[in-house]
């Protein structure tokens, strides 16, 4: 079969590319298609050195520096890709990427990572956090996001199958299309993520710093916490507001190579995690390197941390995204009541190792391959009878599919 990926921009590295590098390690001969990709020669190196099909956003100016500004022309821009030519199509899906064209004949096969979060549950909030909360500005791109809304609508009809990355993920999807979705959990590179049971007196937040990561949150935590100290890695939009109205015990060491970044996850005392992920890569990562992790209690932490109410804990969940929140688990996980282990957060970090992933996918793959054979060949089971991305039915046609299965917990 001839193949496409299909991803929605490459620009910075972060756990979606993860994804979509083992992908295209999976399918070596597939072409790779993007709205943009200006990454650079170490990140491009991960992916192996392959350069995508671009779009005419491409070549906009400003592009590199300020693509979010291009949000509105995006549904347009992937729509232009020509993927006559493609048997199977692999979309790598946050935004945009499901959202190309293909045919009766075609089959495509979508792994989203959310659906579009300002543009859903979470509109109210990325407003608010980006100051558009009134005015004209903010009507404007009030208006923008149901656009979005109505366009993304629309173009789930042209998947014919969902797989997702969380079971949180998987009830976003069920709410905003109605469509199921199978639950495959991105891996993490256990290999190359150092364990120690020797812990340091700091602790650590990483992310991208922008508005909806809530570092500001941790660090109006330790604000409250003098005698903490707080070590913060990563660059973005907020570093410069977040350094100047930091405490003498928070400090940012800004963008750091993966070596400093898994040494500093091995070596801190926790990890803190503030935002509502759909997945979330680090605090896995955490967890490998033999680290608790301190987390709000909703999304995908709420799959891949282990809580006080179970069997070997790896972390521990604040209930509300609040800098008091954040200090009454510290203060909680300080008291020692529960006994966190360094060796069960690195069991329960490899749940997730490659090599289930990529046995998941191409499990989810293959099956996909063989319903959309038989609805192309006209035989079988009709394509009234069976839906695409129906899960279920393919579920009862495959009564010895294993993990992913079942983790498809929607409710």
């Known amino acids: 079969m001839k193949v496409a990926v299909v991803h929605e921009w490459l620009y910075i590295w972060g756990g979606a590319e993860q994804v979509l590098a083992t992908i295209l390690e999976m399918f070596p001969e597939a072409d790779l298609f993007a709205v943009v990709d200006f990454l650079d020669d170490s990140n491009r190196a991960k992916i192996g050195g392959r350069h995508a099909r671009t779009t005419f956003v491409q070549r906009l100016p400003w592009a590199r520096k300020h ?27 946050h935004a945009v990427s499901k959202g190309v064209i293909t045919g009766p004949d075609q089959l495509h096969l979508s792994y989203v990572y959310s659906p579009m979060r300002y543009a859903w549950d979470l509109q109210h909030q990325y407003l608010k ?16 996001f149901h656009y979005l809304r109505l366009w993304d609508v629309r173009t789930h009809y042209g998947v014919d199958r969902f797989a997702c990355d969380s079971a949180f993920v998987a009830r976003r999807i069920w709410k905003c299309y109605r469509r199921h979705a199978d639950v495959i ?18 602790y650590l937040a990483a992310s991208r710093l922008m508005p909806y990561k809530r570092i500001d949150l941790v660090v109006d935590a330790f604000r409250q916490l003098p005698d903490r100290r707080l070590i913060v890695i990563g660059d973005g939009p907020d570093l410069k507001a977040l350094r100047r109205s930091a405490p003498d015990n928070v400090a940012f060491l800004g963008h750091v190579p993966d070596a400093v970044l898994h040494d500093h996850l091995a070596r801190a005392r926790a990890f803190i995690f503030a935002s509502q992920e759909d997945f979330g890569i680090l605090p896995i990562e955490a967890q490998a390197c033999g680290t608790p992790v301190l987390a709000f209690g909703r999304g995908g932490a709420r799959e891949t941390v282990r809580g006080p109410d179970r069997e070997r804990p790896t972390g521990m969940f604040f209930s509300e995204q609040s800098a008091n929140a954040i200090v009454e688990i510290i203060r909680l996980f300080e008291r020692g009541d529960v006994r966190i282990d360094a060796s069960a957060c690195r069991e329960n970090a490899e749940r997730f190792s490659p090599l289930r992933f990529k046995s998941e996918f191409q499990l989810w793959v293959d099956e996909s391959i063989a319903e959309w054979q038989f609805r192309i060949a006209g035989v079988g089971t009709a394509a009234s009878e069976m839906a695409p991305g129906s899960v279920r039915n393919s579920r009862e046609a495959q009564p010895n599919r294993q993990a992913a299965a079942s983790r498809d917990v929607l409710w």
Do not use: T, W
């Not at 693509?67 to 899906?93: C, G, K, N």
């Not at 956090?129 to 923008?144: C, K, P």
């Open 129 to 144: 956090l980006g100051g558009l909360d009134h005015g004209l500005r903010g009507l404007v791109a009030r208006l923008i």
């Open 67 to 93: 693509l979010e500004v291009y949000l509105p022309l995006m549904p347009i821009a992937v729509e232009q890709f020509d993927l006559s030519a493609y048997d199977l199509i692999l979309s790598s899906s």
């Open 185 to 202: 959990y991105p891996s993490v590179d256990l290999e190359r993520l150092p364990f120690s049971e020797v812990k340091e007196d700091f």
